[in-house]
DNA sequence: CTGAAAGCGCTTACAG
DNA sequence: CTGAAAGCGCTTACAG
C-alpha cells in the first residue's frame, strides 16, 4: 500500500518542513530530489525518511517557476477523437511517463484560432514545448517559429524551420496505388483530399502526389471524378464519400483512403449498399490504427511504428528544449504495406463499367 | 494574424513591465486579469493596451504557486489506445477548454500502482483535481479518499465516499439482454466479465448482474460456458473471446459485449469464423463510440451522451474543488439502447443447437 | 478604485 | 558537501 499524501485539512508538507524534520537546511533536501550535488549517504537517508514520514511531494509550480521547466509537454492534435488520435495519444503518454513528463492534450479542429493560441500562450500553461499536428498550414503556427516556445511538428509539412517527425506519404500513397493496380483496380477513388490545398504542401496534398504518380506510371489516366474532398478526416466523411460517389454514378474499383476512419466509414458504406470487399471494390487506409487490423474485412493500410513516431518527436522536443539554438531536423519513420483482405482479390468493381 | 509572444531569446514580459507601460501598478493589471476587483474602464483599456503590446502571458506556474489553482485538471483511464477513451478524451478536452481548464491525460492500466501514484502526487503536477475511471476496485485509491486531493469517478463503483458519475449498468445490460431475447436469442453468450471480480461490485460485476436478471426473468437457465473472461476490455479481447468460444463448440445464437470494442472485434472474429452478422448471431456492444455505428454491420449499443457524462464529471469536480466538504453525490447519467442492424433478425445461431 | 508590502515553495548563485 | 540569502511572477490581505 503505497504512501498517501496528507489531506485536503492537513495543510502541505513543504521543502522547509522536511529540513527541519530532518535536521538540514533546504538546499540540502533540494539537492537529494533533485541529485544536483552530491549528499552524503547518511544525510542522504535522514533527508529521504523525513520525506516519507511528512509524506512530502515537491510543488512543481514553485519548481516551475523557479527554473522555469513543468516537465509538462503540449501534444495538440486536429481531433482527439479519432482512433488515430487514440493510438497516438496512448503512446506519446507511455513514453512520457517514462521520462517523467506529463502530458497535457488539446484539440485544434474546433476552432480555426485554436493551433495560434496554443503555441501564443503555451507558457500560460506552464509547458515545457509542445508536440504539435498541424492542419491549416497555409497560415498556421509554423510560419512564425522563430519566435516560439519549442515546438516539434508531426506529419508532412513542407516547412523547413522547425523539428518534425513525418511519414513519407507521397511515396507511401504511390506504393499503395501501385498495390491496388497490380490487385486488378483501374477506377481507384481517392477520399481525403482537400479543397483549395496546394498540392505537395500538406499530407493530403502529398498523398494525392503520389496517388497520381501511380496512375502515370500504370498509363491511367486520373478522373477528377473520382477525386473526393472532405472537410474532416472522419469515419463519417469516409462513409459520406462513398455514398457521393455511389450516387454520382461514378463507376470504381478500388478506394483509397487517407486514413484509417475513413476507409472504416467507406466499408460501412460500401455494405449498406450492398457492395462487398474485396470482391466487389478494394480498400486501402492510412495509419494501421487498431481498429485497422479488425474491420470486416482486415483492412490493407500503411503501417509505421506508432511508438517510435511518438518517440522521435519527443526526442527532438526535449533536444529542442535542453538546446534551443539547434538546426531543425527532419525525422522519418519508415512505412510499410500491410496486406489485409480489403485487397486481396481482383475487383469486379462497380457503376458504368463501359467507363473502364 | 493573432498576437505571438516574444520569442526564446526575448525575456518574457512580467506583470511588473505590463504595469510600468500602463503607468499602473501591478495590483492593477492583476484586476484586469482577473476581474477580482472592479477597475475603472480607461484604466482597464491603457492596460490591455500595454499587454498587447508586450505580448504578455500570464505565468501559471506564479499563479499556482500564489493560489494553489493552476487550471489543469487530471484525467485518468485505464487505456487510452480504445474508441471509447477517445470519445471521452475528445469530450472533456472540449467542455474542460470552455470553461478554460487545460486537461493532463494519463493511463492507469500499464500499471497496477499507477492509480495510487496519480492520486498520491496529484500535486506534483499541480492538478487542481483528477477525474478517473478506476479500474482495480479492491485496492483502489478509493479506499483513502479522506485523505486525497479532489477525485471525481466515472464509473459503476459501489462506493458512497466520492463523488461519481455514472450509467445505470445493470439496468442497461438487463434491457439489452431483454432486447436479444425478444429477438429470439435463446443461448446468450456474455464477453467481458474478468475472474474474480465480485458481481455487483464494478462495472463488469453489474452487468453481469442485469444478464442474469434478464435470463431469470425469460426463463432461461444461465451457462457458465457462455460467460467469457478477458483480461483488457480491448478489439482484441473481443475477436480472441469468440474464437474461443467457437473452439470451445460452444453454441449461441448472440453475443453480448460489455464494450464497443469488444463487439468490434467480435464482429470481426465471426466474419472470419464464416458467420453473419445478424443471420446467425446477434451482436450488441456497450458505449456507443462513433465506430459502433459504423460498424459491418452498424453495432446495436447501449448509448449515453458522453458530452453530458464528462460535463457532470466537471461539475462534481469544480464544485469539489471549491468545498470540500461537501457531502458526496453520486449522478447518473440516461442510456438508451440504440438499435442497429447487428440485432435486426432473429438468428439461426451456430454450433450444436440441439443444446438449445 | 488603486498602491506598497509580503509571501506562496522552490532553486540558483554565493559563501563557507 | 552544506548553509543563508535572494528572487522566480504572481495574488492576498492591508491601507489609503
Not at 273 to 289: E, I, M, N
Amino acid at each position: 500500500m503505497p504512501h498517501i499524501t496528507p489531506g485536503a485539512g492537513a495543510k502541505r508538507a513543504t521543502m522547509k518542513d522536511v529540513a527541519a524534520l530532518a535536521g538540514v537546511s533546504p538546499k540540502t533536501v533540494s539537492n537529494v530530489l533533485t541529485g544536483s550535488a552530491g549528499v552524503r549517504e547518511p544525510t542522504r537517508r535522514v533527508v529521504e525518511e523525513a520525506m516519507q514520514s511528512l509524506g512530502y511531494v515537491p510543488n512543481l509550480s514553485a519548481r516551475g517557476l523557479r527554473n522555469g521547466r513543468t516537465g509538462v509537454i503540449g501534444f495538440a492534435l486536429p481531433d482527439l477523437a479519432t482512433a488515430f488520435s487514440a493510438t497516438l495519444t496512448h503512446a506519446i503518454v507511455q513514453v512520457a511517463h517514462e521520462r517523467g513528463l506529463a502530458v497535457l492534450v488539446e484539440e485544434t479542429a474546433a476552432d480555426p484560432t485554436r493551433e495560434h493560441q496554443l503555441v501564443a500562450r503555451a507558457r500560460e500553461h506552464s509547458i515545457d514545448g509542445l508536440i504539435l499536428n498541424p492542419v491549416r498550414l497555409e497560415d498556421s503556427v509554423v510560419e512564425y517559429l522563430e519566435h516560439l516556445p519549442p515546438v516539434v511538428l508531426i506529419g508532412e509539412v513542407e516547412q523547413y524551420k522547425t523539428d518534425r517527425v513525418f511519414v513519407e506519404s507521397r511515396a507511401a500513397a504511390r506504393q499503395m496505388t501501385e498495390h491496388l493496380i497490380e490487385r486488378g483496380a483501374r477506377r481507384i477513388a481517392v477520399i481525403g483530399g482537400s479543397q483549395g490545398v496546394r498540392p505537395g504542401l500538406a499530407t493530403s496534398g502529398l498523398r494525392l502526389r503520389g496517388y497520381l504518380e501511380a496512375l502515370e506510371g500504370a498509363g491511367i489516366e486520373p478522373d477528377p471524378g473520382l477525386q473526393i474532398s472532405v472537410r474532416q478526416w472522419t469515419i463519417e466523411a469516409g462513409a459520406a464519400a462513398v455514398r457521393e460517389l455511389h450516387a454520382a454514378g461514378e463507376a470504381f474499383d478500388a478506394l483509397l483512403c487517407f486514413t484509417d476512419s475513413m476507409a472504416l466509414g467507406a466499408l460501412h458504406a460500401l455494405h449498406e449498399l450492398g457492395l462487398q470487399v474485396p470482391r466487389d471494390v478494394l480498400v486501402a487506409g492510412f495509419d494501421d490504427v487498431e481498429h485497422a487490423r479488425y474491420a470486416v474485412p482486415g483492412l490493407t493500410t500503411v503501417g509505421f511504428d506508432h511508438v517510435a513516431y511518438v518517440t522521435a518527436a519527443l526526442d527532438l522536443l526535449q533536444r529542442r528544449i535542453d538546446g534551443r539554438d539547434l538546426a531543425a531536423q527532419a525525422v522519418p519513420v519508415p512505412h510499410r504495406l500491410i496486406v489485409r483482405d480489403s485487397t486481396s482479390a481482383s475487383p469486379a468493381g462497380v457503376g458504368d463499367s463501359s467507363r473502364n
